[in-house]
């Protein structure tokens, strides 16, 4: 199985500020990462995929980028609504295998 | 607008059975493979099952290998997944998505299952 090891686990941040994840596979999964953000009591909700490409409707202060083993998520300008856990998902090789995931946080 | 509802969660006894349904809406079912995701109460996402768009092909994760069973009909555009031989450390939301190896997947809100003397 391919491992996704996602750092840090967790994350604190002021309004504003920008902050990045990063998320590392255990073999090459080329662009195929896909980035979800979930609030506390509702489903994860896709937020980047194909490692860079934002979906629909999400704002543009999200970002990834990325390819291979190495991939980063970027929040430019951190919003209060912004908090949430994130986790980053490859599907390159079944079993689809996800990061351990960030919990951000607001100072 | 893609939706899934998922039903048929509930509170059952160490090595008990229980099926899950996920009724889908707002996209061409059969056009799509299918998942269903995991999560313990507090925990980490784990993807436990999918199947292909005409249910030809199933996959499972080796935590469940054998005891689950996943499903389709997409002429009442639904997915299922049949538990067996359930163990404490099945408690989890289950996530029933559309897809598996291409794009992102898209989730229903989920149903709770929780195994318990």
């Known amino acids: 199985d391919i491992q996704m090891t996602q750092s840090p686990s967790s994350l604190s941040a002021s309004v504003g500020d920008s902050v990045t994840i990063t998320c590392q596979a255990s073999?090459?999964?080329?662009?195929?990462l896909n980035w979800y953000q979930q609030k506390l009591g509702t489903a994860p909700k896709v937020l980047i995929y194909?490692?860079?490409k934002l979906e629909r409707g999400v704002p543009s202060r999200f970002s990834g980028s990325g390819s291979g083993t190495y991939f980063t998520f970027t929040i430019s300008s951190l919003q209060p609504e912004d908090i949430a856990t994130y986790y980053c998902q490859q599907y390159d090789t079944l079993p689809i295998t996800f990061g351990q995931g960030t919990r951000l946080e607001i100072k | 607008e893609v939706h899934l509802v998922e039903s048929g969660g509930g509170v059952v006894r160490p090595g008990g059975s229980l099926r899950l349904s996920c009724a889908a809406s707002?996209?061409?079912?059969?056009?799509?493979?299918m998942s269903w995701v995991r999560q313990a109460p507090g925990k980490g996402l784990e993807w436990i099952s999918g199947?292909?768009?005409?249910?030809?092909?199933?996959r499972y994760a080796d935590s469940v290998k054998g005891r689950f069973t996943i499903s389709r009909d997409n002429a009442k555009k639904s997915l299922y997944l049949q538990l067996s031989s359930l163990r404490a450390e099945d408690t989890a939301f289950y996530y029933c998505?559309?897809?598996?190896?291409?794009?992102?997947?898209?989730w229903g809100h989920g149903t709770l299952v929780t195994v318990s003397s």
């Open positions: 199947i292909n768009w005409n249910g030809g092909s199933s």
């Open positions: 707002g996209f061409t079912f059969d056009d799509y493979a």
């Open positions: 998505a559309r897809g598996l190896r291409s794009g992102p997947l898209v």
């Open positions: 073999q090459d999964i080329s662009k195929y």
């Open positions: 194909d490692a860079s």
